[in-house]
């Protein structure tokens, strides 16, 4: 294998979800970068359904606020506030959606789109020595995180917020047999 191919094995395989990272400020050229790559990512027809919103600190304290609630009504008081307090130390937060469309083949090609450049981000902040955790969680499925950020649930859905940092400590993490998910047909 060419050192090439050792290195963007090793990028794929060491990409892990984290959630606790250290306070150490992430670079916004660096975002930048990881976004402007990420729409390399495949899309069928070219319709670049992506938009990145970068979310900086006042409304990243609203959208800890909003977690605080909707935590708190599906979870109960005490949960809602250990979710709000931990968010609370999450450096990065990007809010990832794409474009809604009236063709279901076209939604569905363009959602897998955009969990390509999610990948793509992840990656390239996995070489970079940081690291991130997408998640779908309750906030990212309610309108009032929409109304918020002032996304327009009629155009867009959101596919992820990623939360982004230095990472505290890279957890361990398995696949299963690979003969378990391959099947060669002749
Ligand atoms: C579409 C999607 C949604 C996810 N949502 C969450 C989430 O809400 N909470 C969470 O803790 N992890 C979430 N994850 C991260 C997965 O739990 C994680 O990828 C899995 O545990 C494997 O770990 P790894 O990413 O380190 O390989 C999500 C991942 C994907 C692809």
């Known amino acids: ?43 069928h027809h070219l ?6 919103y970068i979310l ?10 909003l977690i605080r609630v909707i935590v708190t009504e599906k979870k ?11 968010s609370k130390l ?6 990832v959606t794409s474009k809604l469309s009236e063709s279901k083949l076209t939604q569905q090609e363009d959602y897998a789109s955009v969990c390509c450049a999610i ?11 940081l690291a991130s955790k997408w998640s ?14 002032s996304i327009n649930t009629k155009s867009e859905v959101i596919v992820g917020l990623i939360w982004y940092g230095y990472p505290k400590q890279l957890p361990t993490q398995s696949r299963g047999k690979l003969d378990d998910i391959l099947t060669v047909i002749d």
């Open 1 to 43: 294998m060419t050192n090439d191919l050792k290195n963007i094995a090793s990028t794929i395989r060491s990409r892990r979800t984290v959630k606790q990272f250290t306070n150490k400020n992430v670079d916004s050229d660096l975002i930048l970068k990881a976004i402007d790559l990420a729409r390399w990512a495949p899309n």
């Open 47 to 52: 319709t670049e359904p992506w938009h990145f």
């Open 56 to 65: 900086n600190d006042s409304i990243i304290k609203k959208c800890i606020e």
């Open 76 to 86: 109960g008081e005490e949960i809602g506030n250990f979710k709000a307090e931990n």
């Open 90 to 95: 999450i450096p990065g937060w990007l809010v």
């Open 119 to 129: 990948q793509n981000f992840s990656l390239y902040l996995t070489e970079a020595g």
């Open 136 to 149: 779908t969680g309750a906030i990212t499925r309610d309108n009032r995180f929409y109304d918020l950020l």
